[in-house]
């Protein structure tokens, strides 16, 4: 038997853990001292560390509950059943990882986009590719020395009109 305290400790859990979980109808203790103290046997100690494995492996309580429940009628249930969550919980994961993949080429692009110098933002890339309707990034260049500062556009407009001053491309956006 093992109270509270030395069951969180045992898993390498906090106290507020478990009674969280308990709040959430995952853990319950088996039963109660007469000073009301929790009190939690072996087989909560297996249902608690079920219960944190099945976290580690990005389960939801909701998730859990479920496997919880399959586990607690495994004669009555399938191994296609726990297989099905399995496979709409990676299913899940592996959206979630391209969706993090398109974040991360997204923002390499801003970041690359960008010369992330001293200069005043006022003509910085990753501003005007957020203000923007367009998904493309404009490219900046900025000259440190002295007062030069060159954009280059790498998405052509249809209305874009171009214009050629002292050998250098100047895009207006606007069409004139």
Do not use: W
Request: net charge negative; charged share 25%.
């Amino acid at each position: 038997m093992y109270r509270i305290g030395e069951l969180a400790d045992l898993c390498e859990v906090k106290a507020d853990t478990l009674r969280f979980y308990e709040k959430h109808g995952l853990l319950a203790p088996s039963s109660r001292t007469e000073s009301g103290y929790r009190v939690y046997t072996e087989a909560d100690a297996a249902r608690l560390r079920f219960i944190l494995r099945a976290k580690a492996v990005g389960f939801t309580l909701n998730e859990i509950s479920e496997l919880l429940s399959i586990e607690l009628d495994k004669s009555n249930r399938v191994c296609a059943d726990v297989k099905g969550m399995v496979d709409i919980k990676l299913a899940q994961v592996q959206a979630k990882i391209a969706e993090l993949n398109h974040f991360q080429t997204s923002l390499q692009s801003l970041s690359d986009a960008c010369c992330g110098g001293p200069r005043s933002a006022e003509h910085c890339s990753i501003l005007e590719a957020l203000e923007s309707s367009t998904e493309r990034v404009r490219v900046e260049h900025h000259s440190h020395e002295g007062n030069q500062h060159e954009t280059h556009q790498h998405k052509a407009h249809q209305n874009e009109s171009h214009q050629h001053t002292h050998g250098k491309t100047i895009h207006d956006e606007s069409g004139n």
